[in-house]
Structures are given as structure tokens and as C-alpha cells.
């Protein structure tokens, strides 16, 4: 009996280190573990920016279309064969100028006919007049003689006018399109010859919904920006205003009158409209980067001060808000309620945070926005 007992407590003697090293090892590991969970997560890097404070134009947007100040397409008033182009197509007329010269011969012909009947029209009223001023013819003969002038005159300017009219003129000025004839062609009365548009001034025509009508008045400056050219900005003045509203779109059409020397603008070409109220709008402009968009609402986050840590500073970090955001123009966007102005908060990089995160600023690859972005050339 008394021999169990020493073996007993022999084996306890040589279980005791083994257990409490094996304890020991735990104890070290488990605080080990709640070391790290209490050690903050590393900073993460974002780019800051200011909710700035500015005055934005109030615009009113469209979309219309360009149309000349005058457009027609040139045609013949009167059929015969081409015998001569005289312009080239895509060239800038004066108004008069010939453009195409059709067959005259037999008009010359009936013409010199009809001159030759007129003088001798005239000249037999020369002799009835003497006969009737010595009692020779009565008034009737005198009567026929004057109104047989008067026809063979107005035979020959009737000619006159047909010949004329078979040279077709420019009836302005402008620029010519793509001519759609050629020599030797014979055209009917109205045949089509070629476009003439001119493009200096240019009309722009645009809609508005008649919500609009009582903040709209000739005068106001009208932008304009084509696709075409989207590094250039046109701008003229709103000179005319339907009297009547669409009774199918409930909108009133308009009409703005630009200048366009470069003839950069075309008659149909697609264009957006602002149309620039008088007074100016009072925002709080970020960059839309800076906002998360989510099915619950938008949000930024605003760096603010943490706690301070071991070395007494305090870090800057993520502050969850809650914005509602209002009008958008290039890169930016206004906020209207759920910031101040003068806050700094994270432009980019939100994507990555959560409330409380831990911040610093990076300027890294960061890009200005810009109220009026240039768009690359496609």
C-alpha cells in the first residue's frame, strides 16, 4: 500500500511541470491574441478636399436643333437643258450671283422677232397719227395702232423675263451644298439644282416645358455646346418665344439667334441648350467622387478628429453623413443639406471605409475636378 502511494506521488511530481508549462504556454498565447485584437487597424490613405461655398449660374437645360438663318433649295424656274454650271459645290455665293445658264436659243430667236414687231409697231403709230392729225383715219384706226404697241412690248419683255430666268441666280447669300446636276440635263420648271444655306447668323431651336415660361424672356444668354466640337462653347441671345403652348407636349418652342463666322454650326446638327437666368444660385459644391451612392441614401465621410493615442495626436478619422444632394454641373455636385461649408471630407477612397476608420491624406494619382470637364476626342 505504502508503495502506490510513492509511485502515485512520484508520477504527480513529474505531471505538475509538465501541466503547468503547458498552461503557461496557453495563458501566453491567449494574451497574445487579445493584444493583437486590441492593437487599431492600419490607416487607410484618401484624398481630402473642401465643402466649398460658391455661386453657380442658374440654367435652364434643353436640347434642340441648329436651322439656318435662311436655307432653300435653289431650283429652275423655267425648263430647258444645262448648258453651264458656274459654281462649285461646298463654295460661299453672293446674292445674284449666277449659278447655272439652261438653253436660250429658240427664246433669243422669238426674242429678236418680237423686237423686230415692236419697232415696226412703233413706227406704224408714227404714220396713223399724222393720217389722224389730217382727218386721214378715224380714232378707232389711231386707238388700234397705240394698243398693237403695247402688245409687241409686252412680248418682248415677256421673252426678256423667260430668257432671264433661264439663268438661275443665287436669291442670297451663303454656302452651297452638293450640286444635283449636270451639264447637258434637261430640268423641268422646279427641278432641284443645289442647297443654299446661309450660316451667319444660325437659328437654334429648342423647347421648354411651359413650367418654364414664367422664368424665360427674350434677351436672356443662351449656351450652346455640339458633340461636334466639344471643346468649343457658342453663345448668342433667346429672340423669340411661341406665343402658344404644344397642346400634346404641354411645351413652348423657342428660338435663339448665334453668330457663326466659322460656320462650325450646321443647319440640323443635334446641340444642348442652357439657357442663363439673370440671378445666380447660392451652393455648396463637392466633388462627386466624394459620395457614396447606396439603395438607403447617400452619404460622405468627413474627416474628423479621433481620440488621441500613445503619443497624445489625434488621427483623423472617417465621420459617416447622412447629405441629400441637389444639382450636378461637370464634376461636381451640391449638397443640400448634411455638410458645411469649410469641412473637409474624402474625395476619394470612401469606398474602402467604414465609420471610425482611421485616415490620411494622400495626393497620389488624385486628378482636379473641374466644373466644366474637357470631354476626350472619340
Given at each position: 500500500m505504502l508503495k502506490k502511494i510513492l509511485v502515485f506521488a512520484l508520477g504527480l511530481l513529474v505531471a505538475l511541470p509538465i501541466v503547468g508549462a503547458i498552461a503557461?504556454?496557453?495563458?501566453?498565447?491567449?494574451?497574445?491574441?487579445?493584444?493583437?485584437?486590441?492593437?487599431?487597424e492600419p490607416p487607410a490613405f484618401v484624398s481630402l478636399g473642401e465643402v466649398r461655398e460658391e455661386e453657380w449660374?442658374?440654367?435652364i437645360a434643353a436640347?434642340?436643333?441648329?436651322?439656318?438663318?435662311?436655307?432653300?433649295?435653289?431650283?429652275?424656274?423655267?425648263e430647258g437643258t444645262v448648258r453651264e454650271i458656274?459654281?462649285?459645290?461646298?463654295?460661299?455665293?453672293?446674292?445674284?450671283?449666277?449659278?447655272?445658264?439652261?438653253?436660250?436659243e429658240v427664246e433669243l430667236a422669238q426674242l429678236a422677232s418680237a423686237e423686230a414687231a415692236a419697232d415696226l409697231a412703233v413706227t406704224t403709230l408714227e404714220r396713223t397719227r399724222e393720217l389722224f392729225a389730217s382727218s386721214t383715219i378715224s380714232k378707232a384706226d389711231l386707238d388700234a395702232a397705240e394698243a398693237t404697241v403695247k402688245q409687241t412690248r409686252a412680248q418682248v419683255e415677256n421673252l426678256r423675263a423667260v430668257i432671264a430666268k433661264k439663268t438661275v441666280t443665287a436669291p442670297f447669300g451663303g454656302r452651297l451644298g452638293i450640286r444635283q446636276i449636270n451639264v447637258g440635263q434637261f430640268l423641268t420648271k422646279g427641278a432641284?439644282?443645289?442647297s443654299l444655306q446661309a450660316l451667319d447668323p444660325v437659328y437654334v431651336e429648342f423647347s421648354l416645358p411651359q413650367q418654364r415660361l414664367g422664368a424665360i424672356a427674350e434677351?436672356?444668354?443662351?449656351?450652346?455646346?455640339?458633340?461636334?466640337?466639344?471643346?468649343?462653347?457658342?453663345?448668342?441671345?433667346?429672340?423669340?418665344?411661341?406665343?402658344?403652348?404644344?397642346?400634346v407636349t404641354r411645351s413652348v418652342r423657342m428660338q435663339a439667334t448665334l453668330a457663326n463666322t466659322d460656320g462650325k454650326l450646321r443647319p440640323?446638327?443635334?446641340?444642348?441648350?442652357?439657357?442663363?437666368?439673370?440671378?445666380?444660385?447660392?451652393?455648396?459644391?463637392?466633388?462627386?467622387?466624394?459620395?457614396?451612392?447606396?439603395?438607403?441614401?447617400?452619404?460622405?465621410f468627413v474627416a474628423a478628429e479621433g481620440k488621441p493615442g500613445a503619443d497624445g495626436k489625434k488621427p483623423l478619422v472617417a465621420e459617416l453623413r447622412n447629405v441629400r444632394l441637389g444639382a450636378?454641373?461637370?464634376?461636381?455636385?451640391?449638397?443640400?443639406?448634411?455638410?458645411?461649408?469649410g469641412e473637409r471630407i474624402v474625395t476619394n477612397g470612401g469606398l474602402k471605409l467604414r465609420q471610425g476608420s482611421v485616415i490620411m491624406e494622400s495626393t497620389l494619382g488624385v486628378t482636379e475636378p473641374r466644373l466644366a470637364p474637357e470631354l476626350p476626342n472619340t
Open positions: 503557461g504556454i496557453k495563458i501566453l498565447q491567449i494574451r497574445t491574441l487579445m493584444a493583437m485584437g486590441e492593437q487599431s449660374e442658374n440654367r436640347v434642340g436643333s441648329v436651322a439656318a438663318f435662311q436655307g432653300v433649295i435653289v431650283s429652275a424656274e423655267a458656274l459654281f462649285e459645290p461646298g463654295s460661299t455665293v453672293t446674292a445674284g450671283q449666277p449659278l447655272v445658264r439652261l438653253d436660250t432641284a439644282v443645289v434677351g436672356m444668354v443662351v449656351r450652346v455646346k455640339s458633340d461636334a466640337y466639344p471643346e468649343a462653347h457658342f453663345e448668342g441671345k433667346l429672340t423669340a418665344v411661341n406665343p402658344e403652348v404644344d397642346a440640323g446638327m443635334f446641340v444642348t441648350v442652357d439657357v442663363v437666368q439673370p440671378e445666380a444660385d447660392h451652393v455648396l459644391a463637392i466633388p462627386e467622387t466624394a459620395v457614396v451612392y447606396a439603395p438607403y441614401g447617400s452619404t460622405v450636378r454641373r461637370g464634376d461636381f455636385v451640391t449638397v443640400v443639406s448634411g455638410l458645411k461649408a
